[in-house]
């Protein structure tokens, strides 16, 4: 009986790279990575308030497990003027990401437990990495206090009360450094943990609260967390499949 042939190179390694997804899939299922949305639901410092279980996606009945009423009325209108709805996609309160950040903060990264919180503390370039003495939970309990001071000194009202033109225009003078507060750096807040949250909610995987629908991924053309792609490795063209969550749920 003849021996059977050798495996090609490239088949072997169109097999590899087509397993890869699905090696990455089974490291989030044990839990293996450090990404903040995987770790064990940490409720020091929530009040007794039940958090959502990890695997549950967005609801309409939601209710904040971290934030007060006020903060969620400014967080829903902050991430609706960064990414708000239009005829392409959903916005990011329609995606549920207030519910991704909600559900953030019940994790050891809101709590700074996994950096160097230490001090020294100094006012260091970008590139030396975070080096204030606040956590995510105090970048955002202090962060959304002193907007909507801002907010009722320059106008009367907090953020969330405001003209959708206006607060685009607070937004994008935060980001300019032209609003700051004496508790925190403004400009810290909003581009390291407000608008990167955001992003991150918009287009995550529906287990953590946010991409309701997968809407976010079928928009952009994202197949989702399958399982592999072995059939595809050798085809030029688009990908024809919608969008499958890492439950193996289609969009």
Partial sequence: MPAPPHPRRRNILQGVLAALPAAALARHADGQTTHPSEQPVNRDNLGGRSVPAASQPARDDYHPAFFT???????????????????????????????????????????????YMQAPFFDAKPEFGYQSRLTPRQQYRLGIRAIDQACRQE?????????????????????????????????????????????????????????????????????????????????????????????????
Avoid: K
């Avoid at 005829?87 to 309160?93: C, F, N, S, T």
């Avoid at 400009?187 to 390291?192: A, D, E, P, W």
């Avoid at 079928?218 to 499949?241: F, Q, S």
């Fill in 155 to 251: 106008a009367g009202s907090p953020f969330a009360d405001m003209p959708a033109e206006h607060q685009v225009d607070i937004l994008r003078r935060i980001e300019s450094g032209a609003i700051t507060s004496p508790d925190l750096s403004l400009r810290l807040f909003f581009t390291s943990f407000l608008l990167a949250n955001t992003r991150e909610g918009y287009f995550c995987d529906p287990m953590y609260g946010g991409n309701r629908g997968m809407e976010a991924w079928a928009m952009i053309g994202h197949p989702g967390a399958r399982a592999d792609y072995l059939d595809w490795v050798g085809r030029d063209g688009p990908y024809p499949y919608g969008p499958v969550d890492i439950h193996g749920d289609d969009a």
């Fill in 69 to 115: 009423q006020a903060e969620w009325h400014f967080l829903n209108a902050a991430c609706d003027c960064l990414i708000p709805p239009d005829h392409i996609g959903p916005g990011a309160v329609q995606a549920g990401v207030p519910q991704y950040i909600d559900r953030q903060m019940a994790t050891p990264w809101a709590a700074g437990a996994e950096w």
